[in-house]
């Protein structure tokens, strides 16, 4: 399952979902404040943001299950701002899955169809086929309390996908199950949305969740949406500094670029490179940061060793490099670890560093 | 785990508790069915023999079994209407925000606060002012006026528990919010809506305090018979109607608890 993770393939007049200056309040409180966001056909787009940001009311708002103050919901071209969620050709697969526990498995998926008036033939067919595509097709006659976490999630987007809906809501798909389950389940649920195609937004506040399985990510923040693009975009190129903390981690230095493009950060750290000079800030992620053992390479510095946490695959170590605090993550061999107050020589790929300039 | 010293007090002081009270709320009970089979001619414990005779008396008495009858389809009809009403009433207080709301939910609860003779006595001056004494609504409007706050609190605390998010699905799912109440809300919260239909039968079935005001010449309920019979006679034949009483509502409770644990089950 590879995917260009740097652009997205849309063509931009063809929006599935689009939001325009959405707004929703809740006495004074505001929830989410002028989203306005375009899903393109067969597009997988996340909103990723820590909780209380807005994503899951804007998610609902899609669905119809929250109104809008102000602004406009789209599905298809038409206006559904005012439209309940029984009107909405969406498939919404639900945190809790909320399959319904009085139904057997090929109840619950033939439940929106029975809505929809197909007939029982037609029901029967699009169950198996549905079963057929999440590869449960023996839990056909059992009840969703017999079914384990993972099964339930497939039977849900089973569900949800039975009616062939115009667009996909997850929300949160993953956080009821177990590490490793969640990365199996991320997996395949990518591979059945590839392969029915369909329009899909999708919200986590799983970082890893949002990079690896998105087309779009879309970063909100406060109920208002920080920044919007791959998810290379985002990782590489974030725009505010929310943005380059949320998403993966990084050391962040406050200072300034001076004419000449060399950033220098508050406590005097020097990075030439050829930045716009203003204030700004620094975004080091730790693969920035190498080891240099010899210390002769280009731009070699000293660093004081303050912190080390053992990952197993990669010990994470907090660098002092004059008085800045830097994050890195290098592969030690047994035996041979920094130990704390250590001075490690190490060079910093200026080239990738990005330096967010303040408004 | 090591008990001490007050955990032992504790416990035994716990059984012989519940000792006493089981034995307060079925004793009673116990001992009219008991005496119900007597072969004697007097209400006196130990009874003298075993017999069915009353039984047999109690099924000849035309007045005592056309007040079963009576009692038996007013209940019925009463649970059945008062399940509506509440289920109606319960869903507009779970579901939705409207002005007079707290209103509602007080006169829905008021019947359990108001004695039941001064609901009696207010119940007989309307109706004879409605000129409506000689007729059956008088007793199924009392008897309904003393059910629905059962079933008002027994069906609101069903919704509560019941998840919403299922709701949402099913909605998600294109079922006008009508189907959503019938195929999702009313099947998940059945259990609730049995118990509140036996609470609604037991009240109207074994009630006297209003009844006694609401009945005319033809539509005597059993208490109410019972209560006019003790009046002049005391002997077993009291014992075995009120046996076929409890026997009745035993019957209906543990028919819809049947029904209920087959829904759990399936």
């Known amino acids: ?359 | 785990m090591r008990y001490d010293f007050t955990d032992y007090v504790l416990i035994v002081a716990g059984a012989v508790t519940r000792v006493a009270v089981y034995a307060l709320l079925a004793l009673p009970a116990a001992l009219v069915v008991v005496l119900s089979f007597t072969s004697g001619e007097t209400m006196d414990f130990p009874p003298a023999g075993f017999s069915m005779q009353w039984y047999q008396k109690a099924f000849e008495s035309e007045p005592f079994m056309s007040a079963l009858w009576t009692s038996t389809y007013v209940a019925v009809i009463v649970a059945i209407a008062a399940l509506v009403i509440g289920f109606a009433a319960a869903f507009a207080i779970n579901r939705f925000d409207f002005p007079g709301k707290g209103l509602l939910q007080a006169l829905a609860f008021s019947p359990l606060i108001v004695p039941a003779v001064v609901l009696g006595i207010g119940l007989l001056y309307l109706f004879a002012w409605m000129n409506l004494i000689q007729t059956m609504f008088p007793l199924f409007a009392g008897h309904l006026v003393l059910a629905i706050p059962y079933v008002v609190r027994t069906v609101l605390a069903s919704l509560t528990l019941h998840n919403r998010v299922l709701e949402e699905a099913a909605m998600n799912l294109r079922a006008s919010p009508l189907r959503v109440v019938r195929r999702i809300t009313l099947p998940l919260i059945l259990p609730g809506l049995l118990s509140a239909a036996i609470f609604a039968f037991v009240t109207s079935f074994g009630n006297v305090t209003v009844s006694v005001f609401l009945t005319y010449g033809g539509n005597v309920t059993l208490p109410v018979q019972l209560f006019t019979y003790l009046d002049h006679s005391y002997n077993p034949l009291v014992a075995a109607v009120s046996s076929i009483m409890i026997f009745v509502t035993l019957a209906v409770i543990l028919t819809i608890e049947r029904l209920i644990g087959a829904e759990t089950l399936s």
């Open chain 1, 1 to 359: 399952m590879s995917k260009d993770f740097e652009t997205s393939v849309r063509d931009p007049g063809d929006y599935v979902v689009e939001l325009r200056s959405v707004s929703k309040l809740y006495g004074d409180a505001v929830a989410v404040a002028d989203v306005s966001l375009g899903v393109g056909r067969g597009e997988l787009v996340c909103l990723l943001g820590p909780s209380g940001c807005g994503k899951t009311t804007t998610l609902r708002m899609v669905a119809g299950f929250v109104e809008p103050t102000s602004g406009t919901v789209e599905i298809n071209g038409q206006d559904m701002t005012h439209q309940p969620p029984y009107r909405r050709d969406t498939g919404m697969v639900f945190q809790s899955y909320a399959l319904f526990p009085h139904m057997t498995v090929a109840e619950n998926i033939a439940f929106g169809l029975e809505n929809l008036n197909w007939t029982r033939a037609d029901r029967d067919r699009r169950v198996s086929e549905m079963l057929n595509l999440v590869e449960l097709p023996h839990l056909a006659g059992r009840l969703p309390s017999q079914l384990s976490g993972g099964q339930q999630q497939r039977i849900a987007l089973a569900r949800a996908l039975a009616m062939r809906p115009a667009v996909l809501l997850l929300d949160e798909p993953f956080s009821n199950l177990d590490a490793q389950l969640r990365v199996r389940m991320r997996e395949e649920l990518r591979a059945v949305i590839r392969s029915v195609e369909v329009t899909t937004l999708f919200v986590t506040h799983d970082q890893e969740e949002a990079l690896t399985m998105s087309d779009r990510i879309v970063v909100m923040n406060g109920g208002r949406i920080e920044q919007v693009g791959t998810p290379g975009d985002i990782y590489e190129r974030p725009e505010s500094p929310f943005v380059a903390k949320f998403i993966g981690w990084c050391s962040m230095l406050e200072g300034a670029v001076d004419p000449e493009g060399t950033f220098v950060s508050k406590l005097g750290l020097r990075l030439p490179g050829k930045w716009k000079a203003g204030p700004g800030s620094a975004v080091i992620r730790p693969e920035h940061i190498r080891l240099s053992p010899d210390g002769t390479a280009g731009h070699a510095r000293e660093g004081r060793v303050v912190e080390t946490h053992y990952y197993g695959g990669a010990t994470r170590i907090i660098l002092d490099i004059n008085g800045e605090q830097l994050m890195m993550e290098e592969r030690f061999p047994f035996g041979g670890h920094p130990k704390l107050g250590e001075k490690l020589n190490v060079t910093l790929k200026m080239d990738e560093i990005r330096v967010i300039g303040s408004p």
